[in-house]
Nanobody, 118 residues
Framework: QVQLVESGGGSVQAGGSLRLTCQAS?????MGWFREAPGKEREGVAQ???????HYAESVKGRFTISRDIPKNFLSLQMNNLKPDDTAMYFC????????????????WGQGTQVTVS
């Protein structure tokens, strides 16, 4: 069972930036970020395959960038021009099968890190 540990959340003013990171205890084929705001369903934010192909939710395109260091089992999410609607608990996730563009089948999850934009 691969463990995922997120860090980097915090509070920031609108227009600011944050960088989330996720350390995995082992290799996972696909990795991604999800978020869950109070009263809303968890939604996919960004995902990446073995290092080249990425996919983003429409709401974050052009503002968020996902990247990973495969040898280090490390994932990051650079979030720029943050908006109050980005406020949520952000989760690192992974899966060993699936197609980039699909948000299903993620079966490894971190505990989450809170992002608050005011």
């Amino acid at each position: 069972q691969v463990q995922l540990v997120e860090s980097g959340g915090g509070s920031v003013q609108a227009g600011g930036s944050l960088r989330l990171t996720c350390q995995a205890s082992g290799y996972i084929r696909h990795m991604g970020w999800f978020r869950e705001a109070p009263g809303k369903e968890r939604e996919g934010v960004a995902q990446i395959d073995t290092g080249v192909i990425t996919h983003y939710a429409e709401s974050v395109k052009g503002r968020f960038t996902i990247s990973r260091d495969i040898p280090k089992n490390f994932l990051s999410l650079q979030m720029n021009n943050l908006k109050p609607d980005d406020t949520a608990m952000y989760f690192c996730a992974g899966r060993d099968w699936g197609t980039v563009g699909s948000w299903s089948d993620f079966n490894f999850w971190g505990q989450g890190t809170q992002v608050t934009v005011s």
